[in-house]
């Protein structure tokens, strides 16, 4: 029994050594391993560009094991580690540093004449729209003298500086007026309003790769499903919502009969939210909202993020970035629960603006020929539509099928 009990401890000691021998072999190999990496002179990369680890190297003596995507969606200095496989099949770690930086100055949206009544109160530069792709709060200053309590043409530039340092500027004239006093009221012709017919539009733009149809709200009043149908209506975006003075999601007074009438006629249907919201958990708050709303009815569609408060946009301090991630936010939470999700927005924003995103988007533009080069699924080609079913004017809309 001892001699037994003697020989596996032999063994042990033995495999124990063995063991801690074939370690230290393996940290020496790898300790004295030969590493030969050449960097690139320029490790700066752009805000969002897509950039992978070999990007930056050169030379190396060997492979790397996974040459992964790296995250640029933060300014500043970033270490970046990998691993390779060096020409003697030695795996090796790796770090250098690198510097994400933003190169993109802010967007000033501004005339060459900006109106400002004499003796305002209001501050006029908040209404002015600065935005910018990183920086939440651009610093914005008017260069150039002008007198608000005097009537007169002030020639004055608007210059927008982020955190980076990139300035934009916008040359202009700050017209300070004085209001004419009113008349009294006048009896004048009201212009003829044209429409333009959707069974018109339908002859032009219906086709076996397309589908026509509109989207509505409130401001159609109460609207007849049954001759939608029967004019060729084949889809319908109906708003579910928006949000209140009180910063509260309330339903569209007519989303319940829409999307019931639109259901009971066969009519596919989506919605959209027309949103206000400024951070990720209003985003996601607004689209829980919209999945409780929609529930019960049947949706084809997608379900829309609209947000277009532009006028009030400096108040929001949100970024380009932080607007485009609110969006998804927003999308994601449609998504995981079963929905399709969209993004509406039109064709100067969604150029100016928007990031890319891998949501589909629903163009609008008010033209007979949209020059617009991203991608779409939906055109909002006008606003002055009319159709059998609604009184009054109408958005049409294109959908490009799959």
């Known amino acids: 029994m001892k001699k037994s009990i003697i020989i596996i401890g032999i063994v042990l000691v033995i495999f124990g050594a063995s063991f801690l021998g074939y370690q ?7 300790k004295h391993a030969k590493v030969e990496v050449t960097l690139k002179e320029d490790l700066t990369v752009a805000f969002l560009e897509e ?48 510097e994400v930086i933003d190169t993109v100055a802010p967007l000033i949206r501004l005339g060459n004449i900006y109106k400002v009544k004499v003796n305002s109160n209001a501050d006029f530069m908040q209404d002015i729209f600065c935005g910018d792709n990183v920086d939440e709060n651009p610093t914005c200053t008017i260069d150039g003298d002008y007198d608000l309590t005097k009537v007169g043409n002030y020639p004055v530039t608007f210059r927008a500086v982020d955190k980076s340092g990139n300035t934009a500027t916008k040359k202009f004239t700050l017209q300070v007026y004085e209001p004419k006093p009113s008349k009294g009221s006048t009896t004048t012709t009201k212009p003829k309003v044209t429409y333009q017919k959707f069974e018109d539009l339908k002859k032009i733009y219906k086709s076996e790769t397309t589908e026509m149809g509109i989207d509505v709200s409130k401001w159609q009043g109460d609207i007849d499903f049954a001759a939608l149908k029967k004019a060729g ?54 689209a829980r909202w919209v999945l409780k709303q ?16 532009w006028e009030d946009f400096n108040q929001y301090h949100l970024s380009f970035f ?31 603006i928007w990031f890319p995103t891998e949501y589909p988007i629903w163009l609008a533009h008010y033209t007979s020929k949209t020059n617009y080069q991203g991608k779409y699924e939906y055109w909002q080609m006008c606003s002055d539509g009319s159709v059998d079913g609604i009184e009054g004017a109408v958005d049409v809309n294109v959908h490009y099928l799959r």
Not at 24 to 30: K, P
Not at 237 to 253: A, N, Q, S, Y
Not at 294 to 309: C, G, N, Q, S, T
Request: glycine share 6%; proline share 2%; aromatic share 16%.
């Open 24 to 30: 230290y072999y393996q940290w020496y190999r790898v």
């Open 294 to 309: 929609i529930k019960p009815y049947r949706i084809d569609l997608p379900v829309v993020f609209d947000w277009e408060d």
């Open 51 to 98: 950039k992978h680890i070999s990007d930056f190297i050169v030379s190396m003596n060997g492979k790397i094991v996974d040459d992964t995507k790296i995250d640029t969606t933060k300014l500043g200095k970033k270490e970046i580690k990998f691993s390779f496989i060096n020409d003697e099949k030695i795996k090796v770690n790796y770090a250098f540093q690198i």
């Open 233 to 286: 209506v084949e889809f319908i975006f109906i708003r579910v919502g928006t949000i209140d003075k009180d910063g509260e999601c309330v339903l569209d007074p007519k989303f319940v009969q829409n999307i019931e009438g639109a259901n009971k006629v066969g009519i596919k249907a989506g919605v959209y939210f027309y949103s206000y919201a400024s951070t990720l958990e209003e985003a996601r708050k607004e």
């Open 322 to 352: 932080g607007l485009t991630s609110m969006a998804e936010e927003f999308l994601k939470v449609i998504k995981q629960n079963g929905y399709e999700g969209m993004l509406y927005s039109s064709k100067y924003f969604l150029e100016q």
